[in-house]
Each structure stands twice: as C-alpha cells, then as structure tokens.
C-alpha cells in the first residue's frame, strides 16, 4: 500500500473541519494559508541531496579564443594560405 501525500492528507482533513467550504478549489487555496510542511519535505523519507558541481576552469588559447573545460593543445600553428594567381 502506497503513502497519502501529506498535502493531499491536509486538505482532506481540512475540508471536513471546514464544511463551509463548498468548492474544492476553495479549499485548496484556504488550506495552502495555514498549511506547514512536514520535516523531512518527501514522501520517499528523505535522502541524500545533490549538491552542484563547482564549474570547470576556462581554457585561453593562442589568439584569445576560450574553451570551457576543454585541454587546449599546446602549440597551435596556423599556416596562411598564400593566393595563386592563374
């Protein structure tokens, strides 16, 4: 058998304590005012929670041009190409 959301649970309870209530969306946006989230945020009972990557470093090559997180070649030859007149 699967876990009731607990929001779910809230508003349920919330809606029989308050008949008046006609509409479910009425109870919904009054149950969101008062409502507090349980300890521990999740119905899978918590775990271990991704912390973000530090970025990697760029990269300046000959000619100022940049890459990003990239290993440059260590000599770049450039060759001009010379026009040939026919």
């Known amino acids: 058998?699967?876990?009731i959301n607990p929001w779910i649970k809230f508003v349920k309870e919330f809606r029989e304590k308050n008949p008046e209530?006609?509409?479910y969306k009425d109870a919904l946006k009054?149950?969101?005012k008062v409502y507090k989230k349980p300890v521990g945020g999740s119905?899978?009972?918590?775990?271990?929670?991704?912390?973000?990557k530090p970025m990697k470093k760029?990269?300046?090559m000959k000619g100022g041009s940049i890459l990003s997180g990239v290993?440059?070649?260590?000599?770049l030859i450039i060759k001009k190409v010379?026009?040939?007149k026919k």
């Open 1 to 3: 058998m699967s876990k």
């Open 21 to 23: 209530l006609s509409s």
């Open 30 to 32: 009054e149950a969101s």
């Open 43 to 52: 119905l899978s009972g918590g775990g271990k929670k991704n912390k973000k």
């Open 58 to 60: 760029s990269k300046k």
């Open 71 to 75: 290993n440059a070649p260590v000599d």
């Open 82 to 84: 010379k026009k040939v």
